[in-house]
């Protein structure tokens, strides 16, 4: 039986797991969860602090290491189909995606690498390079999280028939942190993304002239008062990050505004900048999850 480590990302966050993670070489998988409460208190370390318990419920993804080195990532609101990821990277169209999905649905990442590369749709390095970002974009999005119950797996690793691309977490722990910095400041300027997304008068001039990337183009045929920017990042399968950073850009620019979306309460009004966020105390019981993450 592989020796497990459990917590909530409140005791030990996604950052200093990662950094234990690669100081001891770890080979294994960290599945995050869903919290739900219990309806009971538990005493922190301190003997006075007190907050809610909550025991694992759905599963919310799940990153696999190898010796130290993040190997593979999956999400509950991510696509993870190898069509998907290629065509979310750009290499693919939406046809071909189209296509592939129905045609290769239940076809293993592996075996429908090697049927794409001899079809000449993609290189190797296309899918390297898709799987890759996919992998980190995952990771990026899991260092936002901050109170979700955890289990590390030691020696449990993806299926064999994944598709999986070292990563050295140095580099992954610096750009996450930029990217978590970044995210905040992003959340202040659109805090809800229950909202809606509309053009504003005369939209052809405004995009004249206008270079926009494949990702930003995909976000752009799906807005409608009617779609909030919830659906829009499920639709373009898009983490919470990568359409705040979109849709910021594109309101920049001047070519889209912030709506109700239709149905909404008419007396709802736009939500509020939050203020800024307080970084909670280290709590005792960090130094604890740290032994024994040291001593699996």
């Known amino acids: 039986m592989p020796r497990q480590l459990k917590g909530t990302l409140e005791d030990l966050h996604t950052t200093q797991l990662l950094h234990l993670i690669n100081l001891a ?37 799940k990153v696999s290491f190898r ?7 999956a999400s509950g ?37 090697l049927l794409l590369i001899n079809a000449n749709y993609v290189t190797q390095a296309d899918i390297v390079q898709s799987v890759q970002q996919h992998t980190l974009d995952i990771v990026y999005e899991l260092m936002t999280w901050s109170k979700e119950p955890f289990i590390f797996e030691e ?17 992954v722990i610096i750009e996450g942190t930029r990217r978590t ?15 809606a997304l509309k053009f504003p008068e005369a939209p052809s001039e405004k995009f004249k002239g206008i270079q926009l990337s494949v990702e ?3 976000v752009v045929s799906f807005i409608n ?20 950073r979109v849709v910021y850009g594109l309101m920049n620019a001047g070519l889209v505004e912030l709506v109700k979306p239709v149905g909404a309460d008419a007396n709802k009004k736009l939500p509020p900048r939050p203020k ?12 604890k999850l740290i032994d024994r993450i040291k001593n699996l």
């Not at 020696?155 to 580099?171: A, F, K, Q, S, Y």
């Not at 008062?225 to 705040?244: F, G, H, L, V, Y």
């Not at 966020?277 to 960090?286: A, L, S």
């Open 181 to 195: 910095r970044e995210l905040d400041q992003l959340s202040k300027e659109l805090p809800n993304l229950d909202f």
């Open 77 to 113: 609101s991510q696509d993870g189909h190898l069509a998907s990821v290629l065509h979310k990277s750009g290499k693919l169209n939406d046809e071909q995606h189209r296509i592939i999905r129905e045609k290769a649905a239940n076809a293993s990442d592996k075996a429908l690498a």
């Open 216 to 218: 930003e183009w995909r």
């Open 155 to 171: 020696g449990e690793l993806p299926p064999g028939d994944r598709i999986t691309v070292p990563v050295d977490l140095e580099n």
């Open 25 to 61: 070489k770890k080979t294994g998988t960290l599945h995050v969860y869903e919290g739900v409460p219990t309806g009971r208190e538990i005493t922190m370390g301190d003997g006075e602090t007190k907050r809610a318990e909550v025991t694992p419920g759905k599963e919310r993804a």
């Open 67 to 73: 010796e130290g080195k993040l190997i593979h990532a």
């Open 225 to 244: 008062p009617k779609n909030s920017i919830r659906q829009i990042a499920k639709a373009c399968n898009m983490t919470d990050m990568e359409i705040r």
């Open 276 to 287: 800024p966020g307080i970084t909670p105390p280290q709590r005792p019981v960090i130094n």
